[in-house]
């Protein structure tokens, strides 16, 4: 019952084996075979919705097979603060760590995009909504130093909910260091692309932003924060389509928004013309 | 003065001190036990009374140190893309003889001013404001970078969003991070979310003893992960907003003193403070140069966080 009734299904959730299972649409609300869903990249074949992927989906959509390797020493978050709200967030991590395998909310490494070489990281929103916090944002900075050191091109897939509440000011510093890396990376010849995925929000959004060019895909949110802490600050609440990348291309925001379908083909476009790359 | 809800205790004194002063009553130490009894409420502050203390309406803010400690302020308006944003105050300023670059933000005392300044909540063209005159200060005034911080947050509406906030507050934070003069910022009041971060870039960060800085607020913090906000006073203590933990985690490198009683209740003490404070700050950074500082900011940020390998 639950699984049908619920409006809003993440597709993450589902265990990738179980067969017959049908999910609903988030924007069309009609029922949609999941294994279908599936092999159309995770995109409803009624109405076009994109739904959410997780970092290794992201990989395998976005760089050349087998051509992914890890990079970095494995970085781990921490409790810093013993912070606790429904549940400690020592619980937290460590149930995250049996159940996703990921040490944080970021996956760096080296992989080739239409057979360019390039680093990139990609955040994983199954973990803790892919928020922001000190491991992530030292990930995020060696991903720049490692690309700064090797003459490489770097690319971000962003989908994060924000700060890491949990990490508290830690979290928020975050933002700080990783625009440090990025300005560091670029001033010495680095091109950084940012790719947005839905939803993108707080810190992260501001980070994409130091993107060369910055690729959305269709359908994404990008702003300063969700409708709950928008509605708290103002009193009011921020009518959706205003973060939508849509109408932020058209505002001068966002350099190109594509469906998934097109994103890795529009990626290596871009690539190609990463000065120090010959093909 | 409005008094707050953990000041309960003061309250009742005051009215009876104001009673007898109407009726001409004498005193009796009614004055002695106040001051006492001002001791008592602020010894045992918790760090969400820490929150009402620093939002007070009395409470001193950017621009009143501005006013009250820096000479030939000029103020300089505009971002240069169509607005000028009232709720960052920025200029060219003397502060004891020197000249600097003091930014910014405030909210107003009065529902007058409030809503002038839309509550301290900074827009894109505020940020671009920051970027601005962080640029002007360094690149072609070569004079230090003062900042004030007393903000709600960033501004969050259709406008503000479709004017790229989020682009704008990059701006602002890589032009402190990157500013090739010292920035010293001190937080005198309300310090929240990322309008908070892109006034806190410095070589130095001071804060109030009655100021707090938080990743967001305690109330927001509680609708995202309670869904309501019956949990903010819990919240306010998990996250490690006052002067005195953030102290302890090396976020800051100073405390300025601030008598019981607060701001509010001794603005003139509190002013004196800032301003010993930030002479003795003015006169280090003043001493060390530029590439050095330079390199320990970006030290400062590179090393920001807590993770394990």
Redesign the interface.
């Known amino acids: 019952m639950g699984l049908f009734n619920k409006k809003k299904v993440v597709v993450p959730v589902i265990p990738a084996e179980s067969q017959d299972v049908r999910v609903r649409c988030t924007s069309c609300g009609r029922l949609i075979d999941y294994d279908a869903l599936k092999k159309n990249l995770k995109v409803c074949p009624h109405c076009g919705y994109h739904f959410r992927m997780s970092a290794a989906e992201r990989i395998a959509l976005l760089t050349d097979k087998g051509s992914f390797k890890e990079i970095g020493?494995?970085?781990?978050?921490?409790d810093?603060?013993h912070?606790?709200?429904?549940v400690s967030y020592a619980e937290r991590l460590k149930k995250l760590r049996d159940t996703i395998g990921l040490p944080?909310a970021v996956l760096t490494g080296t992989g080739k995009i239409d057979g360019v070489l390039t680093s990139i990281g990609v955040f994983a929103y199954e973990f803790l909504s892919g928020t922001l916090?000190?491991?992530t944002?030292?990930k995020l900075?060696e991903l720049f130093e490692f690309a700064g050191k090797n003459d490489l091109p770097a690319i971000v897939v962003f989908s994060s909910a924000g700060?890491r509440?949990q990490?508290?000011?830690?979290?928020?510093?975050?933002?700080?260091?990783v625009?440090?890396?990025i300005?560091d990376y670029k001033k010495n010849g680095g091109f950084f692309v940012s790719v947005i995925t839905n939803p993108v929000l707080?810190?992260p959004?501001?980070?994409?932003?130091?993107g060369d060019v910055i690729v959305a895909e269709a359908g994404s949110y990008?702003?300063?924060?969700g409708p709950?802490?928008?509605?708290?600050?103002?009193k009011r609440a921020?009518?959706k389509?205003?973060?939508k990348v849509e109408?932020?291309q058209n505002?001068?925001?966002v350099d190109i928004v594509v469906t998934r379908f097109q994103l890795k083909e529009t990626l290596g476009n871009i690539l190609k013309f990463y000065r120090r790359w010959s093909l | 003065m409005k008094t707050l809800p953990f000041e309960k205790p003061i309250e009742i004194l005051y009215k009876e001190l104001k009673r007898r002063e109407v009726k001409g009553y004498a005193l009796m130490g009614l004055d002695e036990l106040i001051e006492k009894q001002i001791e008592e409420v602020y010894k045992h502050i918790t760090p969400y009374d820490i929150v009402l203390v620093a939002r007070h309406p009395d409470r001193p803010q950017p621009q009143d140190y501005i006013e009250k400690l820096f000479t030939n302020f000029t103020e300089l308006h505009g971002d240069r893309a169509g607005e000028d944003d009232a709720s960052v105050i920025g200029g060219t300023a003397f502060f004891n003889g020197n000249p600097v670059m003091v930014i910014g933000t405030r909210k107003g005392h009065d529902v007058k001013e409030t809503l002038r300044y839309h509550s301290g909540m900074v827009k894109p063209s505020g940020f671009r404001k920051i970027a601005r005159l962080a640029h002007l200060a360094s690149d072609t005034l070569h004079i230090p970078i003062i900042t004030l911080v007393d903000t709600p947050g960033a501004m969050v509406s259709a406008e503000t969003e479709v004017n790229g906030q989020v682009s704008a507050i990059y701006s602002a934070i890589s032009a402190l991070l990157d500013a090739n003069v010292p920035v010293i910022s001190i937080i005198t009041g309300e310090g929240e979310s990322l309008a908070a971060l892109s006034l806190t870039v410095s070589d130095r960060l001071l804060m109030l003893k009655y100021a707090f800085f938080a990743v967001l607020s305690p109330e927001a913090a509680s609708s995202v992960l309670f869904k309501n906000l019956d949990k903010k006073r819990e919240i306010a203590k998990e996250l490690h907003i006052t002067a005195d933990e953030l102290l302890g985690m090396n976020i800051i490198d100073r405390i300025i003193e601030e008598p019981a009683g607060a701001a509010h209740r001794f603005p003139h003490i509190v002013m004196k403070n800032v301003k010993e404070a930030l002479e003795e700050e003015l006169e280090f950074v003043s001493k060390e140069k530029i590439d050095i500082l330079k390199r320990k900011r970006r030290e400062k940020f590179r090393k920001a966080g807590v993770y394990s390998e």
């Open positions: 020493s494995p970085i781990s978050s921490v810093s603060l912070f606790r709200d429904t944080n916090g000190s491991a944002g030292e900075t700060e509440i990490e508290g000011i830690y979290s928020l510093m975050q933002v700080a260091k625009i440090q890396a300005e707080g810190g959004a501001v980070i994409a932003m130091g990008v702003g300063v924060s709950r802490v928008s509605e708290q600050v103002m921020l009518p389509e205003a973060q109408l932020l505002k001068g925001f």
